[in-house]
């Protein structure tokens, strides 16, 4: 209910369930996950967001970590923009360590180490507000750049109760202009009425500070309604586990998908999820051939071989594709006959009508998409590609827009430009 008050619901009416994976001790995470320097992550999707957390190396209580991962989730779930990775990250960070009392939430407080690490003049904050994309996990300045972003994002929303001016009341208007592609230091002059080398000034003296602010917020007496208690099976912990680490970590996940069906050849949700593992779309095929055969209206298995055929075509012409778009299309809608609500199967088939010239189905389906997740590029081009041929322009560039600014492929920003031109003036 606290981190909820700074994080209201905005755009997402909808959003993915939540699927929560804790680690009791750092070094089975730092393992599993290939990391060094992070303790958690969460991961979108569309039929679910996945938290993984634990404590970090240097024995912080695990709650922290996931107090700052379930701040990304609400940002991703709610608010239904894409944020500056430097106002994310300082902004979970900030949450990251409220106190919970009986009867109040303390939030603000900020460990001593953190203000050790702002007050070294390493960082500016025209440096920081580069920062737009994804994080590389490696990079050997990230925990400079974490404890810079929470300072800063501290002094925003709280800085008034020290004395600066009440630049929280100006959050969400820059938050908005960047969203749409204003640089973060064109939006703060307009929304918050300081510039970088103001903001930069008094960072610096916020930093020197003996004590920052907090704030208490009342939280009602309220039981958590638990519907469920109850322990996962060797195998269920397997799978989940698995499917968490597949993007991460595929190896560990193979092995641990192989494990499974040693003992359960039949098990379907195994085999999809081996054949995410698999680079080649071939052996991938090969794979969820063998879920289907074993039950052929499973929903997962018909997504994961309609991603397949699709994936078979690339780069090869839009002729020598149709049998493969409708190969995908037949699959996607296998999926939904047997899950109506699977948005991964209405995306794909959004995708595939959108190649094969049927506007009007493509929209629909892609429309399912972006109620998920309105903030994620590639939904917004896709749409964006789709609205052009109706004739409207300002539909078209508002989704383009968001791809050309967000995306964090480069290519990928090049093809939304390029539709965008083709708009004309």
């Known amino acids: 209910m606290a981190a909820e008050a700074f994080v209201p619901r905005h755009q997402s009416p909808a959003p993915p369930p939540l699927k929560i994976v804790a680690f009791r001790r750092a070094r089975d995470f730092q393992r599993i996950f290939e990391v060094r320097q992070i303790a958690g992550f969460m991961q979108s999707g569309l039929e679910r967001h996945t938290l993984v957390f634990g404590p970090d190396a240097r024995g912080s209580v695990a709650n922290q970590t996931a107090f700052h991962e379930y701040t990304h989730y609400l940002m991703r779930s709610r608010q239904g923009i894409n944020f500056p990775v430097w106002y994310e990250e300082g902004f979970a960070s900030l949450l990251s360590t409220m106190r919970i009392g009986d009867d109040a939430v303390t939030v603000g407080y900020v460990p001593e180490r953190v203000l050790e690490e702002v007050r070294l003049p390493r960082m500016s904050v025209r440096d920081l507000l580069d920062e737009r994309y994804e994080l590389d996990w490696a990079r050997h300045d990230l925990m400079r750049l974490y404890a810079r972003a929470w300072l800063f994002a501290h002094m925003l929303h709280f800085g008034h109760l020290a004395g600066l001016p009440p630049y929280h009341e100006g959050i969400p208007a820059m938050l908005d202009n960047v969203d749409t592609g204003m640089s973060a230091a064109q939006a703060m002059e307009e929304a918050l009425g300081a510039g970088t080398e103001t903001l930069q000034r008094q960072l610096r003296q916020y930093a020197r500070r003996r004590g920052l602010p ?158 998920r997740a309105p903030w994620a590029p590639p939904f917004n081009f896709y749409l964006g590609s789709e609205y052009r041929f109706p004739g409207s322009r300002e539909r078209p560039r508002t989704h383009l827009t968001k791809p050309i600014h967000w995306d964090p492929h480069q290519r990928r920003r090049e093809r939304a430009s390029m539709a965008l031109a083709l708009l004309g003036p």
């Open 214 to 371: 907090t704030q208490r917020l009342p939280v009602p007496a309220a039981e958590p309604d638990v519907s469920d208690d109850g322990c996962l099976a060797e195998t269920d912990v397997r799978q989940e586990l698995a499917m968490a680490a597949v993007s991460r970590n595929p190896k560990y996940a193979r092995d641990l998908f192989a494990r499974i069906l040693e003992s359960d050849p039949d098990h379907v949700d195994a085999l999809v999820g081996l054949s995410l593992t698999e680079d080649d779309p071939r052996g991938a095929r090969d794979v969820v051939d063998r879920a289907l055969a074993i039950e052929p209206g499973h929903s997962a298995a018909n997504v994961r071989m309609g991603e397949v055929k699709v994936a078979e075509c690339r780069g090869s012409t839009a002729a020598e594709c149709l049998g493969a778009w409708d190969e995908g299309a037949r699959h996607y809608r296998l999926a939904l006959r047997s899950q109506p609500d699977s948005v991964g199967a209405a995306y794909g088939l959004g995708v595939v009508y959108l190649h094969t010239g049927q506007a009007g189905d493509a929209v629909n389906y892609l429309r399912v998409a972006y109620r």
